[in-house]
């Protein structure tokens, strides 16, 4: 039996010069989260965001084409300076976020990993993926960098 679900997945990770808990702030304040969530190009309007385990977070991710994407998902975990886990609710396109915080030499370690539900899914929007969560951490460590 083969419990591997590497053809399930995207993985990316990031070295940021700042604490996990510098880190951590910016994911879990709505307002810096906001600012830095989602791909290069786009913006997104907070409708709901209750960072705790269990809390609900809705937003629109709003397209540099004008088109907007409604998202609706749960914290599933909220763990100060070490993890955020992070369900997207879609029977079209579900998956679960893992983000990670790692120190390692005097910075952080930031993991993300989205788990999808089939390997099919993930092969479909892959083109796209690849490049947004690159893009994700890359506004990340603008919003740390900004704050430090």
Request: aromatic letters at 10%; proline letters at 6%; a negative charge.
């Amino acid at each position: 039996m083969n419990d591997s679900t590497a053809d399930r997945e995207f993985v990316h990770a990031r070295l940021l010069e700042a604490t996990p808990a510098a880190v951590y702030a910016a994911i879990a304040d709505p307002t810096r989260l906001a600012r830095w969530w989602g791909p290069a190009g786009f913006s997104s309007t907070f409708e709901l965001c209750e960072f705790r385990p269990g809390g609900a977070w809705r937003f629109v991710l709003h397209g540099p084409d004008g088109t907007d994407y409604p998202n609706e998902n749960i914290f599933r975990e909220t763990v100060p300076g070490r993890r955020v886990v992070v369900e997207h609710i879609a029977t079209t396109h579900h998956f679960v976020l893992t983000i990670t915080l790692e120190p390692r030499d005097g910075g952080t370690l930031v993991g993300w990993h989205q788990l999808f539900d089939t390997a099919e899914h993930r092969a479909q929007i892959a083109s796209f993926v690849v490049p947004a969560n690159e893009e994700n951490l890359d506004r990340l460590a603008v919003e740390v960098a900004r704050i430090a």
